[in-house]
């Protein structure tokens, strides 16, 4: 069974500041990775994704991800965080199989602070 | 890039009434769509996959008879929570496989269900 891990429930930085959020993931074979954002009462938002290829991924709103295979890890980082970052992320994984479906992490709250 | 459409954005039932969601994907064929529920500051919990004309395959533990849901066309998926109870309170958000996202989903943008 595939799953993803995010350690971290809220990551507090300041605005300028550089953020990290964390995911490792567990699944079989090859993964595709994903990043998504969430801002209250709404759906979800795609980031950037991870299928094949350079292992740094870059994203919307100068988001990026680097993905580790070694360490099974795919964290999202960004440079200068702004306080319109402030908002709830999903890491998520799928397999290759055109059964597989997307599992999400518990999801990790971001709060910049001006 | 793929837009889906989840209608209502929010909703507020009796106990006891039904209550149906659609989500329609409006610039491509979604020959599957999914059904998560998001309860608060949780991740979102996968309940079903929605087949375009055939029957939806419901992850364990949740009710088909309670949540049915109906995919009649390649653009159209309905979820339909029936006899709502105040347990059913809850974010219901829809999503559909897209290409165009490297093989991940688009989603909707949820329906919050208030059942009192």
């Known amino acids: 069974a595939q799953s993803v891990a995010q350690p971290e429930d809220q990551v507090n930085v300041a605005e300028g500041n550089p953020l990290t959020v964390k995911c490792t993931y567990s699944?079989?074979?090859?993964?595709?990775l994903f990043w998504y954002v969430q801002y209250p009462n709404r759906g979800l938002q795609f980031l950037l994704k991870y299928i094949t290829g350079d292992n740094l991924v870059k994203g919307s709103y100068g988001f990026e991800a680097e993905f580790n295979k070694s360490q099974t890890s795919f964290h999202l980082k960004k440079p200068s965080a702004l306080v319109s970052d402030s908002a709830l992320y999903f890491c998520a994984v799928r397999g290759y199989s055109g059964y597989s479906t997307l599992t999400f992490g518990k999801g990790t709250m971001l709060l910049v602070s001006p | 890039g793929a837009v889906v459409s989840q209608h209502p954005s929010w909703v507020i039932c009796k106990s006891g009434t039904s209550v149906k969601i659609e989500c329609r994907s409006l610039?491509?064929?979604?020959?599957?769509m999914f059904w998560y529920r998001q309860f608060p500051k949780q991740s979102l919990m996968l309940m079903a996959t929605s087949n375009e004309g055939s029957k939806a395959t419901y992850e364990q533990g949740v009710e088909k008879d309670k949540f049915l849901i109906n995919h009649a066309s390649l653009t159209l998926s309905t979820l339909t929570v029936t006899s709502a109870h105040p347990e059913d309170s809850s974010f219901y958000i829809c999503s559909a496989r897209d290409v165009g996202v490297g093989y991940g989903y688009t989603f909707g943008s949820g329906t919050r269900l208030t059942v009192v």
């Open positions: 610039d491509f064929q979604a020959t599957t």
């Open positions: 699944v079989s074979g090859n993964p595709y």
